[in-house]
């Protein structure tokens, strides 16, 4: 097992070395700010990277995989590194070459859901079809009465959690109250591939609805590709690239028909993914050339709207407002400011700053499944600051920070709604009249 760790991280020798061990990572850090430890910090997981490598440490010891597993890959340190350190490639090398080794039925099950539930687009919609009925028939939050979920793992007490959480993920009251049908485009309009995200569509499809609607009442035409699939970020995260490889080839193909247009994301996570398949693909000779200009085509629904100058719509109401920042979408993608400019097109909004916006809440895709209590610790943190702000709206540009969020807030009987900003723009496009089966109101 060495020497296969030792052939992927000799590959980002590079990378390795370019770290300094400067420390300024380690206040960026969630888990290093909850542990104090040295090995959960970035620069210390690259030590011990760097020690597997050079054969002063096993890949396969128990101390090893801890410290990797522990690391929520939310790449504020990359933000915060004056060496340029690209740690995300760093900390997906490593896990696909522990992936193998890890043993128990959290591991089993993950490796089981990614490698033939969501590689397979019917299985997968099938699957998400069955999680909105067992959802919506409120099954969920009878079992969590129960207690019974909580006693047999809190693994299994989180993610019914999390289901609710989605059930309850708001739509901003009266964004739903009339029927509206998207804004009709001119003949020189711009066209947009959406990029639908498996777990946005599957759950949260009226965010997909209101993108294209927004996106609508500024002249700009969506497409989604009939053939697109999972981005794969949720395989690359627990280290397996292989099969996030193959997926990255099928969406490059089902996005190749409309080369220049640009592809647009409302998932943070996803975003962050689709913009990393140049350097997934980068030694594949049939898909390298395609998968960097697949990746420089990837926008995030923000980036896609100041880029077509969007307009502003009407007040939708004083309630208190704030927006946290998607990790992946600040790191990733680097679009958080274009996200929050949604919220400033909205006329009178009681909006309020929240502190540590940019702090990672401990979702990080199945990371509050497969290490609970760190992502609960990490939860705790946010909640607090929402708390601080007075807040009774959250904005945030990722359904799995949504879930994440709305779970903690169920939890803490927090009276908070969860959204995502261009849900409140086309609320606030509602109001303006924009769309056609509305009216103006005052």
């Known amino acids: 097992m060495n020497s296969l760790l030792t052939n992927v991280l000799a590959a980002e020798e590079e990378k390795l070395l370019a770290c300094v061990h400067c420390?300024?990572?380690?206040?960026?850090?969630?888990?290093?700010?909850?542990?104090?430890?040295?090995?959960?910090?970035?620069?210390?997981r690259i030590y011990l990277m760097r020690a597997v490598e050079e054969g002063r440490l096993a890949a396969a010891s128990p101390s090893f995989e801890r410290h990797i597993d522990r690391c929520l890959g939310c790449r504020a340190c990359e933000s915060a590194c004056p060496a340029g350190v690209e740690y995300g490639q760093l900390l997906e090398a490593a896990r696909h070459t522990i992936l193998p080794t890890q043993r128990g039925f959290p591991y089993a099950l993950l490796k089981f859901v990614l490698g033939t539930v969501w590689k397979r687009p019917g299985l997968l919609r099938a699957s998400f079809a069955f999680a909105r009925i067992f959802r919506d028939s409120r099954i969920a939050r009878l079992l969590l009465k129960t207690g019974i979920p909580r006693e047999l793992?809190?693994?299994?007490?989180?993610?019914?959690?999390?289901?609710?959480?989605?059930?309850?993920?708001?739509?901003?009251?009266?964004?739903?109250?009339?029927?509206?049908?998207?804004?009709?485009?001119?003949?020189?309009?711009?066209?947009?591939?959406?990029?639908?995200?498996?777990?946005?569509?599957?759950?949260?499809?009226?965010?997909?609805?209101?993108?294209?609607?927004?996106?609508?009442?500024?002249?700009?035409?969506?497409?989604?590709?009939?053939?697109?699939?999972?981005?794969?970020?949720?395989?690359?995260?627990?280290?397996?690239?292989?099969?996030?490889?193959?997926?990255?080839?099928?969406?490059?193909?089902?996005?190749?028909?409309?080369?220049?247009?640009?592809?647009?994301?409302?998932?943070?996570?996803?975003?962050?993914?689709?913009?990393?398949?140049?350097?997934?693909?980068?030694?594949?000779?049939?898909?390298?050339?395609?998968?960097?200009?697949?990746?420089?085509?990837?926008?995030?629904?923000?980036?896609?709207?100041?880029?077509?100058?969007?307009?502003?719509?009407?007040?939708?109401?004083?309630?208190?407002?704030?927006?946290?920042?998607?990790?992946?979408?600040?790191?990733?993608?680097?679009?958080?400011?274009?996200?929050?400019?949604?919220?400033?097109?909205?006329?009178?909004?009681?909006?309020?700053?929240?502190?540590g916006s940019d702090v990672c809440c401990g979702g990080a895709g199945v990371y509050n499944l497969m290490e609970p209590n760190m992502s609960a610790k990490v939860l705790s943190e946010k909640l607090d600051c929402i708390q601080r702000s007075g807040a009774e709206v959250l904005a945030t540009g990722n359904p799995g920070c949504q879930m994440q969020i709305a779970a903690g807030a169920e939890i803490a009987k927090m009276k908070l709604r969860l959204c995502h900003p261009v849900e409140l723009l086309d609320k606030s496009y509602r109001r303006a009249g924009f769309y056609a089966g509305t009216s103006k109101q005052k």
């Open 153 to 355: 793992s809190p693994r299994w007490d989180f993610a019914l959690l999390l289901l609710e959480g989605s059930r309850k993920f708001a739509r901003p009251g009266g964004a739903h109250d009339e029927i509206a049908t998207p804004a009709s485009v001119s003949d020189t309009a711009a066209t947009a591939l959406l990029f639908k995200g498996c777990v946005t569509e599957g759950l949260f499809s009226h965010v997909n609805e209101a993108t294209k609607r927004v996106l609508s009442a500024n002249d700009c035409q969506t497409k989604s590709p009939a053939d697109q699939v999972c981005c794969g970020a949720l395989h690359a995260h627990a280290g397996d690239l292989e099969g996030a490889r193959r997926l990255a080839r099928k969406n490059i193909d089902a996005f190749g028909d409309d080369p220049l247009a640009p592809i647009v994301t409302n998932a943070g996570g996803c975003g962050a993914m689709l913009a990393s398949y140049s350097h997934l693909l980068a030694d594949d000779p049939q898909y390298a050339e395609r998968a960097r200009e697949f990746s420089d085509r990837v926008r995030d629904i923000g980036q896609q709207l100041v880029a077509i100058r969007f307009r502003n719509g009407a007040a939708i109401g004083s309630t208190r407002t704030t927006y946290d920042t998607s990790c992946h979408l600040l790191h990733g993608q680097h679009g958080a400011d274009a996200s929050l400019q949604m919220l400033w097109a909205i006329p009178g909004l009681n909006f309020t700053l929240l502190e």
């Open 23 to 44: 420390g300024l990572c380690l206040e960026a850090c969630p888990t290093y700010v909850v542990t104090g430890d040295e090995n959960d910090s970035p620069r210390g």
